[in-house]
């Protein structure tokens, strides 16, 4: 957890430990950083404003070289500093104050989403060239491989495994997200966006279906 509020930090700390999770606080953005490159943790939790080194710039530099998920720590009202968080590759956001059982929600939601799924289909999906394989959580189009954080993975993985079906936000957000959609949560449309960034390069692979949802296109004539 990075947040200059020592005080915050260590009570989140000591409730996210009677949790079951080992967690580490640090303060600024720089040490913050230095320990989410380190290889030691599992997610960041990254406080907006820190001192030095702010959280934005922290989740830039961590995306140019790493996929922890991070959950994003904004401040209430400020919807700019969510999408903005999101665009450069946050997960999830919370707003402060939070209740901190809400945090640990959101932590166990994503980890449920990075444990092997023992019952789920395991073979490797290839649809319209691009190929996703769920046992690797690889993905690549047209032979290339494309690195895609792990939201976007399980994004997508949604929308292939419905190609050709239409996906509506709200059941992708309480598929992934364990909880209810609000009106005032743009967390899928950005990951969308940023997944048709990296994998559609010249043609439509995820269509916008106006005021119902998603849909993976099956063919070229699907992207039309």
Do not use: W
């Amino acid at each position: 957890m990075v947040d200059d509020d020592a005080e915050l930090a260590g009570l989140v700390s000591r409730f996210l430990q009677k949790e079951g999770f080992t967690v580490a606080a640090v303060h600024d953005g720089e040490a913050g950083l230095a320990a989410a490159l380190g290889g030691r943790f599992e997610l960041l939790v990254l406080d907006v404003m820190l001192p030095g080194l702010d959280g934005f710039s922290v989740l830039r530099k961590l995306r140019e070289k790493s996929q922890l998920p991070v959950i994003m720590l904004t401040a209430r009202g400020q919807d700019i500093d969510r999408i903005t968080g999101l665009e450069l590759g946050a997960d999830d956001y919370l707003a402060k104050p939070f209740n901190p059982h809400e945090l640990v929600a959101r932590i166990k939601a994503i980890f449920r989403r990075m444990e092997p799924r023992t019952n789920a289909p395991s073979q490797r999906i290839e649809v319209n060239g691009v190929t996703l394989d769920p046992a690797a959580r690889a993905v690549s189009v047209d032979g290339g491989r494309v690195d895609l954080t792990t939201i976007e993975f399980d994004i997508l993985e949604l929308l292939m495994r419905a190609a050709g079906r239409v996906l509506s936000r709200d059941a992708i957000i309480e598929s992934l997200y364990d909880r209810k959609a609000t009106g005032f949560d743009q967390s899928v449309n950005v990951h969308i966006s940023h997944i048709r960034r990296k994998i559609e390069r010249g043609r439509t692979l995820i269509k916008t279906v106006r005021g119902v949802g998603y849909q993976f296109c099956q063919s070229e004539e699907e992207s039309r």
